[in-house]
């Protein structure tokens, strides 16, 4: 099983910047892939940046060019950084990790998700 927890989300100012961290937790598993998803109030959730165990990246084009997904291996599934927001970044972003699970007797891949973090980008 894999715990995944985000933080670093908060109120800041058109313009500003914040950096989000995805934390994932549990033993006997790699990670192929982090996500970054949001959803905004009344919107159905989106996927915003996407990096896989190699450092390929893919972001939405609403946000290409202001955030970067990084990868990072030491306890933390990765970040999201995200510069120059705009109010409509406002929303609850989740961090989706793909892992493969290893057992003495098997291996299989499960998506596991965080509960969420609000930002919120306002004046």
């Known amino acids: 099983q894999v715990q995944v927890a985000e933080s670093g989300g908060g109120l800041v100012q058109p313009g500003g910047s914040l950096r989000l961290s995805c934390g994932a937790s549990?033993?006997?598993?790699?990670?192929?892939?982090v996500d970054w998803y949001r959803q905004a109030p009344g919107k159905e959730r989106e996927l915003v940046a996407t990096?896989?165990?190699?450092?390929?990246?893919n972001y939405a084009d609403s946000v290409r060019g202001r955030f970067t997904i990084i990868k990072n291996g030491n306890g933390n599934a990765g970040y999201l950084q995200m510069n120059s927001l705009a109010p409509e970044d406002t929303g609850v972003y989740y961090c989706?990790?793909?892992?493969?699970?290893?057992?003495?007797?098997?291996?299989?891949?499960?998506?596991?998700w965080g509960q969420g973090t609000q930002v919120t980008v306002a004046s």
């Open positions: 989706k990790v793909e892992a493969r699970i290893w057992t003495w007797n098997a291996v299989r891949d499960e998506i596991y």
């Open positions: 549990g033993t006997g598993f790699n990670i192929n892939a």
């Open positions: 990096i896989n165990k190699d450092g390929y990246t």
